[in-house]
Every structure is written in C-alpha cells, then in structure tokens.
C-alpha cells in the first residue's frame, strides 16, 4: 500500500512579504493543495502533499524554506487514520 503523506508547513515571512510568498509556493511547489495567510504566530498555513517522506523532507520543504522572504518554517506531518 502506497499512501501519500500529506502536512501541514506552518510558515514565518518577513514583514510586508506574506502574499509574495505565497503566491510564489503557489507558483513553484507544485505539491501544494492549499496556502492561507492566517493569523497568530505563524503567518501562513501550507498543506502539501507528496508521494513519501523523502520526497517531504528532501524535495518539497527544501523549495518552500529557499523562497524570498520565507524566513522559518515548522512542519507537522499528518498521521493517518485507521
């Protein structure tokens, strides 16, 4: 059985940067499903999808965490139903 991991990034921008820099994960993540600018102490919530673990941590975060203005990320990987 080959399920896919989905997670949740919990971003931190730069002051005034926040839609830039989801509009460019929009752009170039292509495993994104959604990206919201929320409140509190995190300023933006991604949900991404990928294929397995490696694929998560070597070539999905690795692209969120290099973008302009990104300036700490904070992942929570879903654990999956029974």
């Given amino acids: 059985m080959n399920e896919k991991i989905e997670a949740y990034v919990l971003l931190t921008a730069e002051i005034d940067k926040v839609e830039k820099v989801l509009k460019e994960i929009r752009k170039e993540v292509k495993n994104v499903k959604e990206a919201n600018a929320v409140?509190?102490?995190?300023?933006?919530?991604?949900?991404?999808?990928?294929?397995?673990?490696?694929e998560l941590t070597r070539v999905i975060l690795p692209k969120i965490y290099t973008i302009e203005g990104v300036i700490d990320t904070t992942t929570a990987i879903v654990i999956p139903k029974e």
Avoid: Q
């Fill in 39 to 54: 409140t509190g102490p995190y300023d933006a919530i991604i949900r991404v999808e990928a294929s397995n673990l490696r």
